[in-house]
């Protein structure tokens, strides 16, 4: 009987990973900007920049005061390009628009800066009059009906109209091949006495007619006659999405040395694959040494396309949040300095405020209401244990401030710190959770994110797993963070990454949904965790999607941007101190800063000003991290 072996002797050849971005294209169209002209209107066009969050500059804590926060040069915002100009109209459609990498796991910021022309063809801002500016993030976009939001533009004279900021996917190919192959009559290598060990590999063909390797079969064993496993390729890997680009299929007799012999070839491309199967031209005769030498067989041949998250979220699903904290006595007193809820009075976070912070500011961006629970476990409250308790006087907090303000509240409740560790209870109620709003959504258009922050090792890592299995066919993925210095080296064994998780009655997972990160691998890198944590999230919801079924519902149409209103804000404003010399006499002038998600308030800052002064400042009382400050200077 035939037999199945590896050729990771050599290495198999991996299909390469679809990538972690998506590219976009953004176009801008303002409506109702003031008049910079008191005789005319206004000749407007729009200055974009985009901030690289993996090029900041991360807080540095100092021994005595409040940490100071700098941008150099190259973490700044980059200007990304310009719109044209349209003129005499308040109200333009620019169409120019600006390609960009979306990464979902990034709070990427988008400044758009809106100018009316003074001096024809002038490259140089100065010789423009400067409306306003609007701020806003990527993910933000991405997560609005129709991927489509609107903000108000922000000048020296207050609001100045509002800009309308809408990205689509720039569409790649997305198709996906079930190809399976079989060979008849293959040439033996192995002499007289033996049969030949044949696996086939697929290479395509380059712009200059060089060949590159792209997929490869495992080995049967003594069989001129194989019959290979199904496979799942990309078609953007097999042939750059082009369905007639040459392709070689090459059958190679494996040696377990690595010197594998040649016994044939054919060439043939995939629109004739997929037309030959089931026919006599899906059987293709090799060749070797030119002359015929068996057959390639394409027993199967199914496309079918891969949705996209953007897809997904375009057509209007929803994202939601759920956080659990951690409770237990091994983390210590929260009045006691040092321990891991510890309230610095001073504002600086601890690690369970950095990781809500900066993992809740950017999925908050993807939930229409921005209202989520948050949960505790590991407490004693009225002298019993509980092990998912509500945070909070409501089921539901507002946004990112809501989460961080339930945190802290929750120390006035007179809890006790207690345990044991148990996660059981939390993830059956967040796979409660999950399934309830994707019934309660048109056409399961609903995805949740469990967030549990942790000290310690489980308790009851059989019930946790047997409960992680369950919830692996529910509309769910569970991120889980550790903080402080334990050992967390059984915690992995949740995260799916070194094999399926199967529970205690040996009931595989059906897909992989956690990902555990020990917060202190990234503490002084948030944007690091942030992309760590969730950089598995979009694979996870179109996997879910796909194994349901569920289809992205159209993309909502353009809207009418003459009525759009744009959501209140959660912004401050407050008085910036100006450390440059020179600074000119003036109205006031305004700009918006983005807060860092490792910044919490009482965090003294310094940032430049569009002209380039140095604003030194404070963040205020109920500003979160990933919230929006506007300095006036």
């Known amino acids: 009987m035939a037999s199945l072996v590896s050729t990771s002797q050599q290495g198999p050849v991996p299909l390469q990973q679809q990538p972690d971005f998506m590219e976009v294209e953004v176009s801008l169209h303002c409506r109702g900007l003031k008049k910079m002209d008191l005789m005319s209107n206004s000749d407007p066009f729009c200055v974009v920049y985009l901030s690289d969050p993996a090029k900041q500059r991360q807080q540095q804590q100092q021994r005595s005061g409040p940490a100071l926060l700098k941008f150099n040069n190259s973490s700044r915002a980059v200007e990304i390009g310009r719109t044209e100009v349209v003129y005499d109209t308040q109200d333009p459609d620019f169409t120019a628009t600006f390609k960009m990498q979306y990464h979902f796991e990034e709070n990427q910021m988008l400044t758009v800066k809106v100018y009316d022309e003074d001096k024809k063809g002038s490259k140089n801002l100065n010789d423009h009059d400067y409306a306003g500016c609007a701020t806003v993030s990527l993910g933000e976009v991405m997560g609005s009906n129709g991927n489509t939001t609107a903000k108000k533009v922000l000048g020296g004279k207050g609001n100045q109209g509002i800009v309308a900021i809408r990205a689509e996917e720039v569409t790649a190919c997305q198709d996906q091949i079930n190809l399976q192959l079989a060979g008849a009559n293959l040439k033996?290598?192995?002499?007289?006495?033996?049969?030949?060990?044949?696996?086939?590999?697929?290479?395509?063909?380059?712009?200059?007619?060089t060949w590159s390797l792209v997929w490869k079969s495992e080995v049967v064993m003594d069989n001129l006659s194989p019959k290979f496993k199904p496979s799942v390729i990309q078609v953007q890997k097999l042939c750059n999405g082009d369905y007639r680009r040459p392709l070689k299929f090459e059958f190679l007799d494996w040696d377990s040395d690595g010197s594998h012999d040649h016994m044939g070839f054919c060439e043939t491309n995939l629109a004739s694959i997929i037309a030959g199967v089931g026919k006599p031209e899906g059987r293709?005769?090799?060749?070797?040494?030119?002359?015929?030498?068996?057959?390639?067989?394409?027993?199967k041949a199914d496309v079918s396309q891969v949705p996209t998250l953007t897809q997904f979220l375009s057509g209007g699903m929803q994202m939601s949040l759920m956080v659990a904290v951690d409770f237990t006595g091994s983390n210590g007193s929260p009045m006691v300095p040092g321990t891991l809820h510890y309230l610095d009075p001073r504002g600086f976070p601890n690690q369970y405020q950095s990781a809500i912070g900066t993992i809740g500011s950017i999925l908050q961006e993807y939930d229409s209401d921005k209202k989520f629970p948050i949960w505790g476990f590991g407490a004693r409250l009225n002298g019993v244990v509980n092990h998912c308790f509500q945070i909070g006087p409501e089921p539901e907090v507002q946004g990112v401030r809501g989460l961080l303000e339930a945190y802290r509240g929750v120390f006035a409740q007179g809890i006790t710190m207690s345990g044991p560790t148990l996660f059981s209870s939390i993830l059956a109620s967040a796979k409660q959770r999950s399934e309830q709003l994707a019934r309660s959504t048109p056409n399961q258009q609903s995805y949740s994110i469990l967030l549990i922050l942790t000290d310690g090792i489980i308790n009851d890592m059989k019930q946790t797993i047997d409960t992680l299995v369950e919830a692996s066919d529910s509309p769910l993925s569970v991120i889980i963070v550790g903080v402080g210095s334990a050992d967390f080296s059984a915690m992995e064994a949740l995260d799916g990454d070194g094999g399926v998780l199967k529970s205690s009655k040996f009931k595989p997972a059906k897909r992989d949904i956690v990902q555990f990160v020990p917060f202190s691998k990234f503490a002084a890198s948030p944007s690091r965790l942030a992309g760590e944590t969730l950089a598995e999230i979009p694979h996870q919801?179109?996997?879910?999607?796909?194994?349901?079924?569920?289809?992205?519902?159209?993309?909502?149409?353009?809207?009418?941007?003459?009525?759009?209103?744009?959501?209140?804000?959660?912004?401050s404003t407050v008085q910036g101190s100006d450390t440059s010399a020179?600074?000119?006499?003036?109205?006031?002038?305004?700009?918006?800063v983005s807060i860092p998600p490792s910044a919490i308030p009482g965090?003294?800052?310094?940032?430049?000003?569009?002209?380039?002064?140095?604003?030194?400042?404070?963040?205020?009382t109920g500003c979160p991290p990933g919230g929006i400050v506007r300095l006036q200077y």
Do not use: C
């Not at 999607?545 to 759009?564: G, R």
């Not at 020179?582 to 918006?592: M, S």
């Open 188 to 209: 033996n290598k192995d002499g007289w006495f033996g049969k030949s060990d044949p696996f086939v590999t697929v290479s395509r063909m380059n712009e200059d007619g």
């Open 284 to 299: 293709m005769p090799v060749q070797y040494k030119n002359k015929t030498h068996g057959a390639l067989v394409i027993m």
């Open 541 to 571: 919801v179109v996997q879910y999607m796909m194994s349901k079924k569920i289809k992205p519902m159209p993309a909502a149409p353009p809207p009418d941007y003459s009525t759009m209103v744009p959501p209140e804000e959660d912004t």
């Open 582 to 592: 020179g600074k000119g006499d003036g109205a006031p002038q305004f700009f918006e």
């Open 603 to 620: 965090t003294q800052m310094s940032v430049k000003s569009p002209e380039g002064h140095d604003i030194a400042f404070i963040v205020p």
